[in-house]
């Protein structure tokens, strides 16, 4: 079965033994040897970013879209540091993907050789670097395993010139298929059952793995059946349908009110998330004494690593789901249901219309307010458009205004780091490329990533930027406020005076697109913003709309 080949070669075997098709990546002279064999290799697409968090982004939004590890080949030790903020947010929203880069010969040990693994290592699952070209295809093959099997993350593999270039035999077996839709326990499941029909007022909160597991169904099963409240934890995915009457939208506990307001419940069942992640720190224990909480997880480890849980439970989370499902439908008691059911629907649409009234007064003018900017390109886009969020200060009205009911409808960037949007839009595209996508990007955001713009031209990624231009880093007030607010209990947040928070020098990224090869348009009035989404669509090339919008806080 081994085929003796060089190092070199060894990499792209395995990399197409493991179905990649796309590499996502910036050379550097260390990369030469296998860019140069890629001529030999046409089922791969190599998408050249200039700058390494846009490789990054791409990488990250593909996986999630394809559900499939990415792959990212980025430069030895500098670019491999450019890397790291969007390696670090892949590690915590558990995304799959291989990164690597070359290194120099390993005899360079007393001169300037990094040891590349070592720079990587806290912010990846497994980082290693090898010296030896038949090291390759098992190391390969544990790297794909380890990134795609609990908790997933990114994986680091480097390999030295002489790595790349000795020759050895070769076994090219791709990683194994690994069945990890793991069953609860029964008594777990009874336990959970028991505390859930007895429950006076229980809440559902579910999270990013909720949709990783495919178990949007059964979440709305159980919502329907105990005429559940239910909230969705920060993630990049939509784990519940925005459109059912019992959604009560992204839960944050950013705000008195809003960490009060888990205390309305008698128990929360939390799925497929990690309870509860926030900026902030607001104390060790989230939920009071009163309050039961069941944990279904399918990463062991995640169940009970941060707030006290009363019933943890390691499991798929559909199968958690369907199980208890089972269990509760026979003892559920169908009229205290009704009666729950009606009230969190009459406080979900109460919410939705609070909002709505909220923004009423802006709704005309201009500059456009962030409300009427995402309504109008909620009911511009087709229906099978996808939106990549990174909205950052306006997600709420984002989120108001665009319906997500499956998977991809909405992807969100979900790390601390900013930048990853226009790359995420671009690998979103380049995983459905017969949907139109268009991401939605503080233009903060967009500009510490904007030659990201120039790739999506080079390689005709036909996606839509839309630029949430209010001309400052907003987010960086209203967290401010928050902060002087709710942490320090300043009796008036000063917020909005923020230092360098604030683009006194206007940039235009409509030029800045033009002169990259897009198709741009900068939109001030809201009537404009559905011809510019039409042009922008029908261009047949890359586009960015820039809106300009209100920032006040
Ligand atoms: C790589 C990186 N650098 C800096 C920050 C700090 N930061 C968080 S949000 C933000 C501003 C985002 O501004 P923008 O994209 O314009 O969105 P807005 O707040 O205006 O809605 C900054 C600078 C970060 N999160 N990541
Ligand atoms: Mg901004």
Not at 184 to 207: D, F, H, Y
Not at 278 to 294: A, H, N, R, T
Not at 515 to 526: A, C
Request: aromatic share 6%.
């Amino acid at each position: 079965m081994s085929q003796k080949m060089s190092g070199k070669q060894a990499v792209l075997e395995m990399l197409k033994a493991e179905g990649i098709e796309y590499i996502f990546g910036n050379p550097g002279t260390s990369e030469g040897p296998l860019v140069d064999m890629l001529g030999e290799y046409p089922e791969f697409s190599y998408i050249m970013a200039l700058q390494e968090s846009v490789a990054m982004g791409m990488g990250e939004s593909f996986a999630r879209s394809t559900e499939k590890t990415a792959f990212v080949s980025l430069h030895v030790d500098s670019g491999l540091a450019n890397g790291i903020a969007l390696m670090l947010d892949a590690l915590n929203s558990g995304t799959p993907m291989v990164v690597t880069s070359a290194n120099y010969d390993s005899r360079k040990i007393n001169e300037t050789k990094t040891d590349l693994a070592e720079l990587v290592r806290p912010v990846t699952k497994w980082a290693v670097e090898l010296d030896l070209p038949d090291q390759i295809p098992s190391v390969l093959r544990r790297a794909f395993n380890e990134a795609n099997s609990h908790p997933k993350g990114p994986v680091y593999v480097g390999f030295t010139a002489n790595a790349l270039e000795g020759m050895a035999d070769m076994n090219i077996v791709p990683s194994s298929k690994v069945h990890d839709d793991v069953i609860p326990s029964p008594a777990g499941i009874r336990e959970a059952s028991k505390l859930l029909t007895q429950a006076k007022n229980p809440a559902l909160m579910v999270g990013d793995r909720v949709s990783d597991d495919k178990a949007l169904n059964e979440a709305v099963a159980i919502a329907d059946l105990l005429g559940m409240a239910v909230f969705q934890s920060r993630g990049a995915e939509v784990s519940f349908p925005t459109s059912h009457p019992q959604y009560q939208g992204i839960h944050s506990l950013r705000s008195q009110e809003s960490r009060e307001s888990l205390r309305e419940f008698d128990v929360i069942l939390a799925v497929g998330m990690d309870t509860f992640d926030e900026l902030f720190y607001w104390g060790d224990v989230i939920l009071d004494g009163s309050q039961k909480l069941i944990h279904i997880d399918p990463i062991p480890g995640r169940v009970g690593r941060s707030e006290p849980t009363d019933i943890g439970i390691i499991s798929n989370c559909k199968t958690a789901l369907a199980e208890l499902i089972s269990q509760v439908s026979e003892t559920v008691d169908q009229n205290l249901v009704e009666t729950r059911k009606t009230q969190v629907i009459s406080d979900a649409s109460s919410q939705r219309t609070a909002y709505e009234d909220s923004v009423r007064e802006k709704w005309n003018s201009i500059p456009i307010s962030p409300a009427r900017m995402m309504s109008e390109l909620a009911k511009s886009i087709p229906k099978n458009s996808i939106v990549v969020d990174d909205s950052i200060s306006n997600r709420a009205a984002m989120r108001h205004y665009f319906p997500a009911n499956e998977r991809n409808d909405i992807r969100g960037v979900r790390g601390q780091s900013i930048g990853g949007g226009i790359g995420a839009t671009m690998g979103t595209k380049c995983a459905f490329p017969d949907r139109p996508v268009l991401g939605i990007i503080g233009d903060g955001s967009a500009m510490m990533t904007v030659q990201g713009l120039w790739t999506a031209a080079n390689d005709n990624i036909p996606c839509v930027f839309v630029i949430c231009n209010n001309g400052m880093y907003r987010v960086l007030k209203v967290n401010f406020n928050v902060y002087q607010k709710e942490i320090l209990h300043e009796p008036e947040p000063a917020g909005d005076n923020l230092l360098y928070s604030d683009f006194v020098t206007p940039f235009n990224l409509c030029t800045i697109a033009e002169g990259m090869g897009l198709h741009s348009e900068r939109v001030t009035d809201p009537n404009e913003i559905s011809g510019a989404v039409e042009r922008a669509l029908s261009c047949g090339k890359p586009a960015l709309i820039d809106i300009v919008i209100d920032g006040k806080i």
